[in-house]
Structures are given as C-alpha cells and as structure tokens.
C-alpha cells in the first residue's frame, strides 16, 4: 500500500480561537475566571493564564469539555472562527 502525504487547512491559530471563545462564552454566562475554575476543578490561575496567554498555556481535552457544561455551551462553539473588530 502506498503511503503519500495529503494535504489538509489546519487552523494554526485554533488554540487562540478556543481561548478567545472561553473568555467570550465565560462573559456571556456572567461567571468570572474564579468561579469557572472552581466548577472545573483547577486553579484560578490556571485560567487566568489561559485566558491572558491566548491559550498558549493549553488546556486539555476534559477541561474544554468540562468548561462546555459549566457554560451550557456546545463544545464545537468554542472552535467557530473570531472576528476581531477594530
């Protein structure tokens, strides 16, 4: 069998979107960054490191999929493009 390279449109900013669409679904539900992660089960400053960094601090899976039950909010929401007004 043959085995080639395929060519495939990764996001290369998609942990960015993630993490702006936390702050923005987070802001929506009035929760604040300390009560997110204690609902979670992590620190606040793990949050606030998310949010502030851009997410280049990571997050998991089971975070994501957690911070989507807390915000009621479809975990493909968080992957939806941002558009940065200026």
Same mark, same amino acid.
């Given at each position: 069998?043959?085995? @080639?390279?395929?060519?495939?449109?990764?996001? #290369?900013?998609?942990?960015?979107?993630?993490? *702006?669409? %936390?702050?923005? *679904?987070?802001?929506?539900?009035? !929760?604040?960054?300390?009560?997110?992660?204690?609902? !979670?089960? %992590? &620190?606040?400053?793990?949050?606030?490191?998310?949010?502030?960094?851009?997410? &280049? #601090?990571?997050?998991?899976?089971? &975070?994501?999929?957690?911070?989507? !039950? %807390?915000?009621?909010?479809?975990?493909?929401? @968080? @992957?939806?493009?941002?558009?940065?007004?200026?």
């Amino acid at each position: 069998m043959t085995k @080639f390279k395929r060519e495939f449109n990764f996001d #290369e900013n998609i942990i960015e979107t993630i993490a *702006y669409n %936390v702050i923005k *679904y987070r802001k929506i539900n009035g !929760i604040t960054q300390e009560q997110l992660a204690i609902d !979670i089960g %992590v &620190s606040p400053e793990f949050i606030r490191k998310f949010e502030s960094t851009k997410g &280049s #601090e990571g997050l998991s899976l089971l &975070s994501l999929y957690k911070i989507s !039950i %807390v915000l009621d909010t479809s975990i493909e929401k @968080f @992957f939806e493009s941002i558009e940065i007004n200026d």
